[in-house]
């Protein structure tokens, strides 16, 4: 038999950018217009160029003599140290590859010490609410960040009240809305829960593609995120934070690479520590070597300029759908609070999923509705829509815009103009 090299497809067309930006351009389909950014961001021309060359010596990972095995090893735990300088590890943080921000945050909800409290805010993604354990505490949706703010304290004081040495509290809480797109206080949060002995967790899929996320910088413990949010659609994300908890847990994965020694009685078991605890079975290398080469490709660019880009088409978007007389945009904090490029609205008197349909066979342009993975916040918000806007023909699902690399002013106008003529 005869075995041939095969050469790789030619790939997809790149959404063009200046050429001191190219390994942030990102792939896409010539006439579609994908604003479904916040749901799976494409694919950067970094991810893709970091997968291509490491393809053809594509072995196992760890333990393996052979060249290509000893080569992916070193492309993996490469990837774990850029990912995590990116976000700013501290010496004694574990750097674990999952398979995305919630996979993250179940192994966070299973490495809490016994008696552990969860305290979070009900405008939570179910990745971030339903995980946790029974008797967490989740405190209502606030008006603004201070109210954020001080609700947090108020709770903390409440749990601590009396309490010498309690048992472990953990805060978790997200940087940035996926629903509204609206920025959380981080560092002030992070500062609240330190004062009152409590570690807090950030659910960071829709902040980290948007804004610089340094966990020590912020005072966070623990941090999630989704490589396929940040132009690194591989299959992974990372739990990155406190070894301590983590090392304490029984792994999340009980397989090959989570053990020291298995001996020859039934659960005659040791289990390492450090992120290979966590890690069991044969890793993800691709989704890890992908999702360092964006964070390489970000930390290179200039992240000032891309917010300031982006901003400016937040502004385009949000003034333009403002100027459309049935679009109520949703939103939980005050018009002009800090946000990413994310915007919810509804169309009166008609159904999202409808919109959404038609936006994408009439018009070639792909947005999300629904509730987002969000359900209480996404309700809470419709209603107060309805009752900002004093219409009665709102319907029960939203639909949703989100911006990113590769998001032109032609993008937005496009959508703005097929808004337009449906509505």
């Not at 990113?404 to 103009?417: E, H, I, N, P, Y």
Request: hydrophobic content about 50%.
């Amino acid at each position: 038999m005869t075995v041939t090299l095969v050469p790789p497809p030619a790939p997809l067309p790149a959404r063009t950018a200046p050429a001191s930006s190219r390994p942030l351009d990102v792939l896409g389909v010539p006439g579609q217009t994908n604003l479904d950014h916040a749901a799976s961001a494409p694919c950067a021309r970094a991810a893709a160029d970091a997968v291509a060359e490491l393809l053809p010596w594509y072995a196992s990972v760890h333990r393996g003599a052979g060249a290509l095995s000893r080569r992916c090893t070193l492309a993996y735990e490469r990837a774990r140290q850029t990912v995590g300088d990116f976000f700013g590890a501290r010496a004694d943080d574990h750097v674990i590859f999952t398979r995305n921000t919630t996979d993250a945050l179940n192994l966070l909800a299973r490495a809490l010490p016994a008696g552990t409290t969860v305290v979070t805010f009900a405008g939570e993604h179910h990745a971030n609410l339903l995980p946790w354990p029974r008797g967490s505490v989740r405190l209502p949706v606030p008006a603004g960040p201070g109210e954020a703010v001080r609700a947090l304290d108020a709770a903390l004081t409440e749990l601590r009240r009396g309490a010498v040495a309690g048992p472990p509290v953990l805060v978790a809480v997200t940087g940035a809305s996926n629903v509204t797109g609206e920025r959380w206080p981080v560092a002030e949060l992070a500062a609240v829960a330190r004062r009152h002995a409590a570690r807090i967790a950030v659910d960071a899929a829709q902040l980290a593609p948007h804004a610089p996320v340094d966990v020590a910088a912020l005072g966070v413990d623990y941090l999630a995120v989704s490589g396929h949010k940040l132009y690194a659609p591989f299959g992974a994300g990372v739990l990155l934070g406190r070894g301590d908890w983590l090392d304490a847990a029984p792994p999340y994965l009980a397989g090959g690479g989570a053990t020291g020694h298995v001996g020859d009685a039934t659960h005659e078991v040791r289990w390492t520590a450090g992120p290979a605890r966590h890690e069991a079975g044969t890793p993800n290398l691709l989704g890890a070597v992908a999702l360092a080469a964006v964070c390489a490709a970000l930390a290179d660019a200039d992240r000032v300029a891309l917010h300031a880009r982006e901003q400016v088409l937040l502004a385009r978007l949000r003034n333009g759908l403002s100027a459309l007389p049935r679009v109520v945009e949703l939103r939980t904090f005050g018009p002009d609070a800090p946000r990413v490029g994310i915007v919810s609205f509804v169309v009166a008197g008609r159904d999202s999923a409808e919109v959404a349909a038609e936006l994408a066979g009439r018009y070639d342009v792909g947005i999300r509705d629904g509730l987002f993975c969000a359900h209480p916040l996404a309700r809470r918000l419709l209603a107060e829509a309805a009752a900002r806007s004093g219409r009665s023909d709102l319907p029960s699902t939203a639909l949703r815009a989100s911006l990113g690399l590769g998001s032109t002013a032609q993008d937005v106008d496009r959508l703005l103009a097929a808004l337009a003529e449906l509505s």
